[in-house]
């Protein structure tokens, strides 16, 4: 039974793997992230959520970024897309310094932020006209990125007649159709159910995998992250800092069955390492009081 539960270095990667890894390498950069620091200013003093966080991303990349909560993940992704300001440190996209928000970079939320009144078309026809597109452009190229995400069939419904993970497709939509080089995603899935969050990231890889865009993205889910990364970025918290760059040694490409790979559970138990360092602290008990009387049924 001892030999079924061993499993392999999370570093051992098959030749196949090896090799994907070497052709990423060589890509260009697209993004460079150099010391990163981020210093919030509050009534009890500063704070640091971010500590010299420093990493490059390679064209066409998928990141995942996850750690214990509180450790920075959403402040560096909204740094990155340029709705927060750094404290210092520097942010470079395709060599050249960035600050503030840009049509290079996509935004997609897990709270769906469509515009109610507005129709799916109509939704992802607004940033293209906000970009000075005409209603003619803007509309034939919001047709293509709703046939994308298969969404075709609702081009003229409203956000209200639509399911969760229709809604998120229609973020993703809105946020591609101004063909961002880098899109930033901060737990696109979490407000789904399991079976919803499941197909989600299967479109997610097909989506990406057909169209020319790096992705940075935030979760709490180990399993998502291994699943859709090609690269683990995982923080630790206080101050928020870089515990290491995971390559994930799963091959491309990804199905639900490799879940139960040696290489997944290896991936995942150094993730659970990392954010669930092993304690000699006892569970903490809880303050309880015996609100009403109980048997021992429960034990």
């Keep these: 039974m001892s030999k079924l539960l061993e499993l392999p270095s999370y570093k051992e990667q098959a030749p196949q793997v090896a090799a994907r890894f070497k052709r990423i390498y060589k890509r260009p950069i697209k993004l460079e992230v150099k010391n990163l620091t981020k210093v919030f200013t509050t009534a009890k ?53 960035v600050s503030g928000p840009g049509a290079d970079r996509g935004m997609v939320f897990q709270n769906y932020t469509l515009f109610p009144w507005l129709t799916v078309k109509k939704n992802v026809m607004f940033g293209p006209q906000l970009a000075g597109q005409s209603e003619k452009q803007a509309e034939g190229n919001a047709l293509e990125w709703i046939e994308l995400v298969g969404l075709r069939k609702f081009t003229d419904a409203y956000p209200s007649q639509l399911s969760g993970g229709m809604k998120q497709r229609v973020a993703i939509a809105r946020a591609l159709a101004n063909q961002p080089e880098v899109l930033f995603m901060d737990e696109p899935f979490g407000a789904l159910d399991a079976q919803t969050r499941a197909s989600m990231q299967s479109y997610l890889l097909q989506i990406w995998q057909n169209v020319d865009v790096t992705i940075l993205f935030v979760t709490h889910d180990l399993d998502e992250a291994i699943y859709l990364s090609d690269r683990i970025l995982v923080l630790k918290t206080n101050p928020g800092e870089i515990a290491e760059f995971i390559e994930v040694s799963v091959e491309r490409s990804r199905s639900p069955e490799q879940f139960l790979s040696p290489e997944f559970l290896a991936t995942k138990k150094r993730l659970e390492e990392l954010i669930h360092p092993p304690s000699n602290e006892s569970t903490e008990k809880l303050p309880l009081v015996r609100m009403t009387p109980v048997g021992d049924d429960v034990m």
Excluded: W, Y
């Design 45 to 97: 003093g500063d704070v640091r959520a971010l500590n010299d966080v420093s990493f490059n991303v390679h064209r066409r990349e998928f990141i995942s970024v996850i750690g214990p909560s509180g450790c920075g993940k959403s402040t560096l992704i909204r740094i990155l897309a340029g709705l927060e300001t750094l404290t210092s440190g520097q942010l470079l996209l395709n060599g050249s310094p």
